[in-house]
């Protein structure tokens, strides 16, 4: 039998609001609305896609799985572009990534006979591919940035050296890629030691063998941390083209909105 969580509990997590709030408060953070908001904004976001997935759910794979896929897709699209927002056609580029990253994985997936072309199992395993690929991509954007402008004078000197953007880009990409890969690898190294991970808890918890919910948590694990990687190079490698021009001459970020 399925076990519900009163609602009258739900209304008590309020008091593991109350914590950060709290801090933020006493340390003047700043941050006591964004707390607040994040708070409703995120339960109310919850309870509308468990209303819209309930709906979905009824409709034929073929077409309640794209649908909500494209939802998502355009979300994280729009919500990754704000890290980048000064560089050209990051947008696009994001968008583009994001759905080759989960028609890769989702190949992946179903060839292998990983899961069913359900909109129970693909559209909770891909919200989570989309959205730690998203993450990564933010990171990418937001690391690349600063990189661009601490190593600018390091650039430079390659640069008149006779090195190409390429290879004057080179170490920096590598520092904005270890950046969004390593808390992945860090996650992956202690999964099942320090944490038991969402999926597999969620699956316990409604009455699955820990055995096969270690084999779905295995599956979603191992994607993520390959898509997450995958989304990382992809944007890495478009975007740091957009810090020079055709000349090869190093932007600033100002440069680039006003050429863009």
Do not use: C
């Not at 708070?39 to 509308?48: D, H």
């Not at 699209?77 to 704000?82: D, G, L, V």
């Amino acid at each position: 039998m399925e076990r519900d969580i009163p609602t009258y509990s739900l209304f008590l997590l309020i008091v593991f609001v109350m914590i950060p709030f709290t801090i933020a408060y006493y340390y003047q953070l700043g941050l006591k609305k964004d707390i607040i908001w994040s708070t409703v904004r995120g339960t109310a976001q919850l309870f509308l896609i468990g209303i819209i997935l309930t709906y979905l759910f009824e409709l034929e794979p073929i077409v309640g799985i794209p649908l909500m896929l494209s939802v998502m897709i355009t979300v994280a699209t729009f919500h990754a572009r704000k890290k980048g927002k000064e560089l050209p056609h990051v947008f696009i580029s994001i968008l583009l990534g994001l759905i080759t990253i989960e028609l890769i994985v989702l190949a992946m997936w179903l060839g292998f006979g990983m899961i069913s072309f359900t909109p129970e199992e693909v559209i909770p395993m891909s919200g989570m591919v989309i959205g730690n690929s998203m993450v990564a991509m933010g990171l990418v954007l937001e690391r690349m940035k600063s990189e661009f402008e601490q190593s600018r004078g390091k650039i430079l000197a390659a640069l008149s050296l006779g090195a190409t953007p390429s290879q004057a880009s080179h170490i920096t990409v590598r520092k904005t890629l270890n950046a969004a890969l390593i808390p992945n690898i860090d996650q992956l190294k202690t999964i099942g030691l320090v944490q038991l991970p969402g999926m597999m808890t969620g699956l316990i918890l409604g009455g699955v063998s820990p055995i096969v919910a270690i084999k779905y948590q295995l599956v979603i694990s191992i994607s993520i941390f390959s898509t997450v990687s995958l989304s990382a190079i992809i944007i890495s490698l478009i975007m740091y083209r957009y810090f020079y021009n055709n000349q090869m001459q190093l932007l600033t970020l100002e440069e680039i909105k006003k050429s863009s």
